[in-house]
């Protein structure tokens, strides 16, 4: 049982254009929803978040939207980057388990010159 | 400030053995989680130490256990390894179990069960 979906496993970007990830939950139940960036080799490192009180929250090129009717919410980056070229993970968690996030199988983003 | 340390970084064991891998945490950081990384699976939550006492647990079975200690240093075993437990075992330290948004994690320690 997925709980947090994301439904492409890759995402190709020319450098400059802009990048929208996607995320898609079942759980009515989260109250919390975080991305996290990862390169090979590495552990996930945190990129943006966004309470279920908001609907936006900007972070200089990285800006989460949510949208609790749908359960859908996206990362969108731009301008986007070579380096930004990484495996992004959407994560979720309910109240009082602020630790225990339920993450989705990830997107991996190339951003192309 | 050192960041999460895991070790070892990769292991190799063989079905039915047993396993134990190793995280200390951030300086000041209280609160450890564990998650199993697999190939198409994502990151999967398998539990939650703070002040020594597990506070949350996920969906896994009882041969996957940890402890706390009182430095915070967590460790997690895996008895009776199978197959499919081969994967990529993170841990993650926050000052505390309410902030996700602090929560670091370690390089992981990849563990391969043949």
């Known amino acids: 049982d997925q709980q947090v979906k994301q439904n492409s496993p890759s995402l190709s970007v020319q450098e400059g254009r802009i990048s929208i990830l996607n995320c898609d939950y079942t759980n009515s139940m989260f109250d919390y929803f975080l991305w996290y960036k990862k390169y090979p080799a590495e552990g996930p490192t945190f990129l943006i978040s966004?309470?279920?009180?908001?609907d936006k929250n900007e972070d200089g090129r990285f800006t989460v939207f949510l949208n609790k009717s749908a359960k859908h919410l996206s990362l969108h980056i731009v301008p986007s980057q070579p380096g930004d070229s990484a495996v992004y993970f959407c994560a979720a968690s309910g109240a009082g388990t602020a630790s225990k996030l339920t993450f989705g199988t990830g997107t991996r983003l190339q951003v192309t010159l | 400030k050192a960041g999460v340390t895991q070790t070892p970084r990769y292991l190799i064991k063989t079905r039915g053995q047993q396993v134990t891998l190793s995280c200390s945490p951030i300086?000041?950081?209280?609160?450890v989680s564990w998650y199993q990384q697999t190939p198409g699976q994502g990151l999967q939550f398998l539990f939650e130490y703070f002040s020594e006492t597990q506070r949350n647990k996920g969906n896994f079975p009882g041969r996957f256990s940890g402890r706390q200690f009182s430095n915070s240093r967590s460790e997690m075993n895996v008895s009776t390894l199978e197959l499919g437990d081969s994967a990529l075992y993170l841990c993650?330290?926050?000052?505390?179990?309410?902030?996700?948004?602090?929560?670091?994690f370690g390089s992981g320690t990849q563990l391969s069960v043949l």
């Open positions: 966004i309470s279920s009180i908001k």
């Open positions: 300086s000041g950081h209280r609160s």
């Open positions: 993650a330290s926050s000052p505390n179990p309410t902030s996700s948004e602090k929560l670091f």
